[in-house]
């Protein structure tokens, strides 16, 4: 029953995707505005065929109806109840029908905030591309991707639940949905962009409708990489957060063009600048969320053989190939009115500074993506397979991070139109001088080599910018000073610079050791002791443990331990951390010998704790971001023709 209602569930979503962006096509090209009302009611179906779906294997998976393949290959009878509701999104098909629930729940809100405004031409258009994207994801569950298949079951089986890596954090619940969040959102901003381009609205109306949107999207991206980062330190065992694995760059990929568009907007909306610039970006983000699908979904990453075995791999590929046709058609048939009024009068300017953080963002997002990509391309034309692992992305990334954190420091000095090197200046001293103040204290507290150093002071210029910037608004505004989107923004700003601070020390200033050590013996890291006390045996109805119990600097005792699960006897290791505001110490238990001597990693890494701060921070001033400033202009409605901006003229 489960297996029926839910493939009827996704025909259901499919048929009212299909049937809405149709209808919407029709009635905007032929001026049926009762046909352009339809959205709403195809989109509250579309919802309601994905929240079936998605309560419909939630239940497969917790009543272990083994006849869905997709819960015999993911479900078991003792696998916690907290791990069995994320199992859902554990493997390929149901992550497509998680995707598929978020799209629908965008498109429905789309629908409902325009509800007034459905007849316009624009938010017809933008339907159009919204019911076509949702159309494509509900085609590949029916298809390549079905949750729902069925087999036979044979006498007696149980399953072995999800992988083992997925059932050992309660991060595994909240990651990827958050991170979900984030990648689909990004479909509301594309879905207008090309609704601009369709309707030659390229001004900067378009935008207006869009940024509270954009800025949601990247806000949960952001929050869904952090928390990535915080599973893998906790649960991989290695030592460290972030390792440059495709898996990892798929995310960041569209985080990078999202954050340059979410800038360089301002121009656009400020100057009528940068329209080929953020058309390029909003559409780009999109592409880069299908294909960072396509990269962590298909199979290519295991091998491009088992990618042309993939049912979903060429659809995925064949839609980013789509997605990147029309943008790129769609801006270059609207080249004529993509043609910016306005011009950079000054390289001392803060639309300048916007145009060099697009062009820096441009130049990070193809680092990473010729790294991701390139090894696959390799193994395509020669069939040898090669790995591109850290040197080569911290060589390539770091001078670009650096460059961001000067530009993150001089921006918001800089006004708009031009200045003068003087001016320029006298708003640069308190900044540079808390730089000088972060530098100098890193030196106090044993800091050396030049990238972290440089790091710091980038990043104590930068805070202090940012800084500076809230001080001075919440002078004139009081506490109304923290929100809207460019005060909001600094909050941000502190965030990644947290984040840049604490990732240039804890890479730099790493030590890890490997010790073999016997109850009672005691060994010394970085200033830590660790005294092993003994071995502790844990059975738990899903698992089964070994740990080591540790004792940290007199501070308590720590359990790393490793896992046994009954599917196939895997061993996974559960790393146990002791954390701090200065430093953290990570315990890994690599073996345990039967005389009962183990062999314990020890990894001791400065400011961990700050790059969850730094998340944090982040995602306080994305909120703060979304509130209307005091000096908030008000936004010309979307019915309204969207008036293009007036030339500037520039004196003499």
Not at 115 to 142: H, I, K, S
Not at 364 to 374: E, I, Q
Not at 515 to 534: C, K, R, S, V
Not at 553 to 566: A, E, H, K, L, N
Request: aromatic share 12%; proline share 6%; hydrophobic share 50%.
């Amino acid at each position: 029953m489960n297996a029926d209602i839910g493939t009827f569930s996704v025909l259901v979503g499919l048929v009212a995707s299909v049937l809405g962006a149709v209808s919407v096509l029709v009635g905007v090209t032929r001026r049926r505005n009762d046909l352009m009302l339809l959205a709403r009611p195809f989109a509250l179906v579309l919802l309601a065929a994905g929240v079936v779906a998605f309560v419909v294997m939630e239940r497969a998976l917790f009543v272990r109806d083994y006849e869905i393949l997709y819960v015999a290959e993911n479900g078991s009878p003792d696998t916690p109840a907290l791990y069995n509701f994320a199992a859902l999104w554990a493997a390929l098909e149901g992550s497509i029908l998680l995707w598929g629930l978020v799209l629908s729940g965008y498109v429905v809100a789309v629908a409902v905030k325009f509800r007034d405004r459905l007849t316009d031409p624009l938010v017809g258009w933008a339907m159009v591309t919204l019911f076509a994207v949702a159309a494509f994801f509900f085609f590949l569950m029916v298809d390549a991707a079905n949750p729902f298949a069925t087999w036979a079951v044979p006498a007696g089986f149980e399953g072995d639940g999800p992988n083992p890596l997925l059932q050992n954090h309660p991060l595994m619940a909240f990651h990827p949905p958050v991170l979900y969040v984030g990648y689909v959102g990004f479909t509301v901003p594309f879905a207008f962009a090309i609704a601009a381009l369709v309707t030659a609205r390229v001004g900067e109306g378009w935008l207006l409708q869009i940024r509270r949107w954009t800025l949601l999207a990247w806000a949960f991206l952001t929050v869904g990489i952090v928390l990535g980062a915080w599973w893998s330190y906790e649960v991989l065992g290695w030592g460290g957060y972030w390792a440059w694995d495709p898996v990892e760059n798929a995310s960041f990929l569209p985080w990078l063009t999202g954050t340059a568009f979410l800038h360089s907007v301002m121009v656009q909306e400020r100057r009528g600048m940068l329209r080929v610039w953020n058309l390029s970006l909003v559409c780009a983000t999109f592409a880069l969320t299908i294909l960072g699908t396509f990269l962590t979904r298909s199979g290519v990453l295991d091998s491009v053989h088992s990618f042309s075995e993939s049912g979903i791999g060429p659809l995925l590929l064949g839609f980013f190939g789509v997605v990147t046709l029309v943008t790129v058609g769609l801006i270059g048939w609207r080249g004529d009115e993509l043609h910016s009024p306005g011009r950079i009068d000054s390289p001392l300017s803060r639309e300048a500074a916007f145009l060099a953080n697009n062009v820096v963002f441009a130049a990070f997002a193809f680092v990473v993506l010729l790294g991701t990509v390139f090894p696959l391309l390799k193994e395509a034309f020669d069939d040898s397979r090669i790995s591109v692992g850290n040197p080569y992305f911290d060589r390539m990334t770091a001078p670009i991070g650096f460059t961001l954190l000067f530009l993150m420091g001089v921006a918001p000095a800089l006004p708009w139109r031009k200045t003068n090197v003087e001016t320029l200046g006298q708003r640069l001293l308190v900044p540079i001088w808390i730089g000088v103040g972060t530098l100098v204290f890193a030196v106090a507290m044993g800091a050396h080599a030049w990238r972290p150093l440089l790091a710091f002071f980038l990043g104590g210029f930068a805070g202090g910018a940012a800084l500076r910037q809230v001080v001075l608004a919440t002078r004139r505004q009081g506490w109304r000073g923290l929100v809207g989107r460019t005060n909001g923004g600094m909050i941000v700003h502190m965030g990644v610079v947290l984040i840049a601070v604490a990732f240039a020390a804890s890479n730099a200033y790493v030590r890890q050791g490997e010790f073999l050590m016997a109850p009672g013996d005691q060994a010394t890291l970085a200033g830590h002791e660790i005294t092993f006390i003994g071995i502790d045996e844990v059975q738990r109805p899903e698992r089964s443990e070994i740990r080591a119990l540790v004792q940290v600097d007199d501070d308590g005792v720590y359990t790393p331990g490793i896992s046994t699960f009954p599917g196939g006897g895997q061993t996974i290791g559960t790393p146990s951390v002791r954390t701090s505001f200065t430093d953290d110490v990570s315990l890994s238990l690599l073996q345990v010998q039967e005389d009962g001597t183990v062999q314990l990693r020890l990894t001791v890494q400065p400011l961990i704790m700050w790059l969850w701060i730094g998340g944090a921070v982040m995602a306080v001033g994305s909120v703060l971001a979304g509130f209307p400033g005091r000096r908030r202009r008000p936004t010309d409605p979307v019915s309204a023709p969207v008036p293009e901006a007036e030339p500037v003229r520039v004196p003499g």
